[in-house]
């Protein structure tokens, strides 16, 4: 009896996906499906490219096409992406941008810019479209992270206007302040200058298409912050803290900010920065420096999700100071956790993006 495409939609509705909870079919992900004879072909299209739960979505569609269809069957699983989006298709503010994720931290000294750029490695070395923005106008350092110090910026002329052009290093489009000031002068702005800045990195770039845009927000919970999320529609927020008491006062109260009926922005989850000291003459051991398990708990407390933790290691502070971010590493302890948070962060995003209405600018009369 020759199989039919109504049988291997109904196969495919066995398959759920394991971070949505709903079938294949339902969530609309199965696409171009062709029957000849017993070659049954079809594309699964993924909510990102950086999918980390590819091979186990593909092996899933064809045992349910063997198991409910036709032993027999050969099957031919076509994997695709278009990354889901967490903005309203009628912002004209970057508008191939499909999701906008702000890195946070409650207090300064837990690493948050460092997270930040190797969270970025990360997701390019996933095969994501990725951007990052300073946005930690008064301290800058991605340039130095990405050592990019000495590089010069181009701009693009468009309609009488200039665009700059962000530097493109390991994958990763970036703009930092760094990039625009004198490295041995501060930055003495007051807050609506430094709010035009963050604006300008905004709207006067040229990002082209991108998967996530992660924004490195400063410590606290300023006015880079409210700007930020007046000026464009932000998917989600990652808070980024240690695990000792007084960080995770800090981060609470960035989790709050996030969490105001005037700003509702979604947490995408909380990550845990210095979780553990691990020598390099010992890698198996861990010392529990700062405490243990602190944002874990605290993650389960406030009802986010906890994506991960990362260990003080020398080699993080050797590649921020580089140039040369530990993520870019194809094998080692370190890259490998930096991995996983990216996974996470990408389910984060998937989920919140099915689950929840596009986030919307907040009007600046809101606080």
């Given at each position: 009896m020759p199989i039919t495409q109504e049988q291997v939609v109904d196969a495919?509705?066995?398959?759920?996906?394991?971070?949505?909870?709903?079938?294949?079919?339902?969530?609309?992900?199965?696409?171009?499906?062709?029957?000849?004879?017993?070659?049954?072909?079809?594309?699964?299209?993924?909510?990102?490219?950086?999918?980390?739960?590819?091979?186990?979505?593909?092996?899933?569609?064809v045992?349910?096409?063997?198991?409910?269809?036709?032993?027999?069957?050969?099957?031919?699983?076509?994997?695709?992406?278009?990354?889901?989006?967490?903005?309203?298709s009628s912002d004209t503010q970057l508008p191939n941008v499909r999701n906008i994720i702000a890195v946070a931290s409650g207090k300064g000294g837990v690493g948050k810019s460092t997270v930040a750029a190797n969270?970025?490695?990360?997701?390019?070395?996933?095969?994501?479209?990725?951007?990052?923005?300073?946005?930690?106008?008064?301290?800058?350092?991605?340039?130095?992270?990405?050592?990019?110090?000495?590089?010069?910026?181009?701009?693009?002329?468009?309609?009488?206007?200039?665009?700059?052009?962000?530097?493109?290093?390991?994958?990763v489009k970036m703009l930092s302040i760094g990039l625009m000031v004198d490295p041995n002068q501060p930055i003495p702005w007051r807050g609506?200058?430094?709010?035009?800045?963050?604006k300008q990195l905004f709207s006067d770039a040229e990002w082209g298409e991108l998967d996530y845009l992660l924004i490195d927000l400063p410590p606290g919970t300023g006015d880079i912050h409210l700007t930020l999320v007046s000026a464009v529609p932000v998917t989600g927020s990652v808070i980024v803290s240690t695990p000792q008491h007084v960080a995770l006062?800090?981060?609470?109260?960035?989790?709050?900010?996030?969490?105001?009926?005037?700003?509702?922005?979604?947490?995408?989850?909380?990550?845990?920065?210095?979780?553990?000291?691990?020598?390099?003459?010992?890698p198996q051991n861990k010392y529990y420096i700062f405490g243990k398990e602190g944002c874990r708990k605290l993650a389960e407390e406030l009802k986010v999700p906890f994506l991960g933790e990362i260990p003080l290691v020398q080699s993080i502070?050797?590649?921020?100071?580089?140039?040369?971010?530990?993520?870019l590493d194809d094998e080692g302890p370190v890259a490998t956790a930096f991995a996983e948070v990216a996974d996470q962060v990408?389910?984060?995003?998937?989920?919140?993006?099915a689950e929840l209405a596009p986030t919307k600018p907040v009007a600046a009369t809101a606080y």
């Amino acid at each position: 009896m020759p199989i039919t495409q109504e049988q291997v939609v109904d196969a495919l509705r066995n398959v759920i996906e394991p971070d949505l909870k709903k079938d294949l079919i339902t969530l609309n992900m199965v696409e171009d499906i062709v029957v000849d004879g017993k070659n049954v072909s079809f594309t699964v299209v993924l909510t990102t490219p950086a999918c980390p739960l590819k091979a186990l979505i593909q092996s899933a569609c064809v045992n349910a096409i063997v198991h409910f269809v036709d032993a027999e069957a050969k099957v031919t699983v076509n994997m695709t992406a278009r990354t889901t989006s967490g903005r309203s298709s009628s912002d004209t503010q970057l508008p191939n941008v499909r999701n906008i994720i702000a890195v946070a931290s409650g207090k300064g000294g837990v690493g948050k810019s460092t997270v930040a750029a190797n969270l970025a490695v990360a997701l390019a070395k996933k095969g994501a479209r990725v951007g990052l923005i300073d946005a930690d106008i008064y301290g800058p350092s991605q340039h130095i992270m990405f050592g990019v110090e000495n590089e010069q910026l181009y701009v693009n002329e468009r309609d009488g206007k200039q665009f700059m052009i962000p530097v493109d290093k390991y994958g990763v489009k970036m703009l930092s302040i760094g990039l625009m000031v004198d490295p041995n002068q501060p930055i003495p702005w007051r807050g609506p200058m430094a709010s035009k800045a963050l604006k300008q990195l905004f709207s006067d770039a040229e990002w082209g298409e991108l998967d996530y845009l992660l924004i490195d927000l400063p410590p606290g919970t300023g006015d880079i912050h409210l700007t930020l999320v007046s000026a464009v529609p932000v998917t989600g927020s990652v808070i980024v803290s240690t695990p000792q008491h007084v960080a995770l006062a800090d981060a609470r109260k960035g989790i709050g900010m996030f969490r105001l009926d005037t700003i509702n922005v979604p947490v995408l989850g909380l990550i845990e920065n210095m979780a553990y000291f691990t020598p390099a003459e010992l890698p198996q051991n861990k010392y529990y420096i700062f405490g243990k398990e602190g944002c874990r708990k605290l993650a389960e407390e406030l009802k986010v999700p906890f994506l991960g933790e990362i260990p003080l290691v020398q080699s993080i502070r050797e590649g921020g100071d580089t140039g040369i971010p530990v993520a870019l590493d194809d094998e080692g302890p370190v890259a490998t956790a930096f991995a996983e948070v990216a996974d996470q962060v990408i389910r984060q995003v998937a989920i919140r993006n099915a689950e929840l209405a596009p986030t919307k600018p907040v009007a600046a009369t809101a606080y």
